[in-house]
Nanobody, 120 residues
Framework: QVQLRESGGGLAQPGGSLRLSCVVS????????LAWYRQAPGEQRERVAR???????HYADYVQGRFTISRDNAKNMLYLQMNNLKPEDTAVYYC??????????????WGRGTQVTVSS
């Protein structure tokens, strides 16, 4: 079983910064692609950023240049540094992981989310 737990959300002012963290734990043989998604009220969940095992990153256009995704493979940790936050960044942010568990079975898991609110 694989668990993902996000932390670091909260309230920020426009132009401010927050750093999200996600720990991946469980009977994991390997963690492959990691990603952050977000879902605003009344909206569909959308992918914000993705990072591969070797560090290749991809960002949604609306966060390019403001958000930075990173990972620590030794600790099975995922991060999202969010700078120059805007009110439209307000959403629940979810961590997503793909990989393999022991026994060579693939997994795909979601965290429970952390609320980010950007408001003055």
């Amino acid at each position: 079983q694989v668990q993902l737990r996000e932390s670091g959300g909260g309230l920020a002012q426009p132009g401010g910064s927050l750093r999200l963290s996600c720990v991946v734990s469980g009977t994991i043989a390997s963690v492959d692609a990691l990603a952050w998604y977000r879902q605003a009220p009344g909206e569909q969940r959308e992918r914000v950023a993705r990072i591969s095992t070797d560090g290749m990153t991809h960002y949604a256009d609306y966060v390019q240049g403001r958000f930075t995704i990173s990972r620590d493979n030794a600790k099975n940790m995922l991060y999202l540094q969010m700078n120059n936050l805007k009110p439209e960044d307000t959403a629940v942010y979810y961590c997503h992981a793909e990989g393999m568990i022991f026994g060579a079975s693939p997994f795909e898991s979601w965290g429970r989310g952390t609320q980010v609110t950007v408001s003055s």
